[in-house]
């Protein structure tokens, strides 16, 4: 059988957690509180410790836990989002390109998308001005730190300006926020420029594993956080206790935030072995992915896949997961097939 490369799926760098997570779990501290059924939206402590790391590696000058509920990762955050924010028929302001997952829930729910035209800055508030003036939607989704799948990251300036036409057009923001800690020193997050307007999602997925499940929807007040706990407490009875228990203290005792250290420095690694092998078009930011632009994206997509390297196509270009092969050498391998079939 042909030997397969993923460069498709954005995942962080596992085996460093896993072993971390072994030690954790034959210690966990199981008791009979773990087995009832959980606090509707987390744990008030655990919830706090989301709200430090939040405030440590996020942009957040300070978080309220009151306002925080635990989600079942980030996507979960962003579908209860969109579901407080949009019904059947109503229009959603996105980026262009956009985070494919987020639009397929979207369109999945009858919700419309309209793609709003990006910058080197990333979205632009001339286009989301008239876009919100054309089309009447009145939610924007929106990723201004390490954009998926572009990599690009809004100036503080740029955050400012996006603020101030949601406000100017009455708009909800839903902000999705899963890479922040890979790139800190940024700005602020639009939540904390936007606090009466902005439902913040973001999740521990892209740090230290997707497979946890752990994730967190920000929202403006304490009324509307206690609305989306009882839908949560509804439909599940709430989230399993195990694995956010030892999520929560790795966040509080600093065990997340040297993974993260040790995270970013892997990923400085990586990004600059791909910026060596392949040319100048190339766009990395020390992120999870890397963005290669392509005027016949889908094209050029169909030959690196049949070479054997899985990648994920958007609108003008690939996107190239660094994370998702463990092994460096197999990543430099990926890089070269795929290189190979763009000439």
Not at 170 to 178: P, R, Y
Not at 234 to 253: I, K, M
Request: proline content about 6%; some cysteine; glycine content about 8%.
């Amino acid at each position: 059988m042909a030997t397969r490369y993923d460069l498709a799926v954005n995942l962080p760098l596992r085996s460093l957690v896993a072993t971390r997570l072994r030690q954790a779990l034959a210690h966990a501290p199981v008791d009979e509180r773990m087995l009832a059924y959980p606090w509707p939206g987390g744990d008030p402590w655990l919830l706090d410790a989301i709200a430090g790391w939040m405030a440590r590696h996020g942009g957040h000058e300070h978080v309220d836990g009151r306002r925080l509920v635990l989600t079942l990762g980030a996507r979960h955050a962003l579908v209860l989002a969109l579901s407080t924010c949009c019904s059947r028929g109503d229009a959603l302001l996105v980026e262009s390109p956009t985070y494919h997952g987020f639009r397929a829930a979207a369109e999945a729910r009858g919700v419309r998308t309209i793609d709003v035209a990006m910058d080197k800055d990333g979205l632009r508030p001339d286009a989301l001005d008239e876009a919100a003036r054309t089309s009447g939607a009145r939610t924007l989704y929106v990723q201004p730190t390490l954009h998926n799948p572009t990599t690009r990251t809004m100036p503080a300036g740029r955050r400012r300006e996006i603020a101030e036409v949601a406000v100017t057009r009455d708009l909800t923001v839903i902000e999705g926020d899963v890479y922040s800690p890979l790139r800190p020193g940024v700005g602020q997050p639009l939540s904390a420029l936007l606090p009466d307007r902005c439902l913040h999602a973001g999740g521990i997925g892209k740090v230290l594993g997707p497979g946890l499940r752990i994730g967190w929807l920000l929202l403006p007040d304490e009324e509307r956080r206690d609305a989306v706990a009882t839908v949560i407490a509804r439909d599940t009875d709430g989230l399993p206790a195990l694995l956010p228990e030892v999520v929560g203290h790795w966040l509080a005792d600093g065990t997340a935030d040297a993974l993260l250290d040790e995270l970013r420095l892997r990923l400085r690694e990586r990004n600059a072995l791909a910026a060596a092998i392949l040319d100048a078009r190339l766009v990395t930011a020390d992120a999870l992915h890397a963005w290669l632009p392509l005027e016949d994206a889908d094209a050029a997509a169909a030959r690196i896949r049949q070479a054997g390297v899985d990648i994920t196509v958007a609108n003008g270009g690939i996107r190239l997961s660094l994370a998702a092969e463990e092994d460096p050498a197999r990543l430099e391998a990926a890089l070269l097939v795929l290189k190979n079939s763009l000439r």
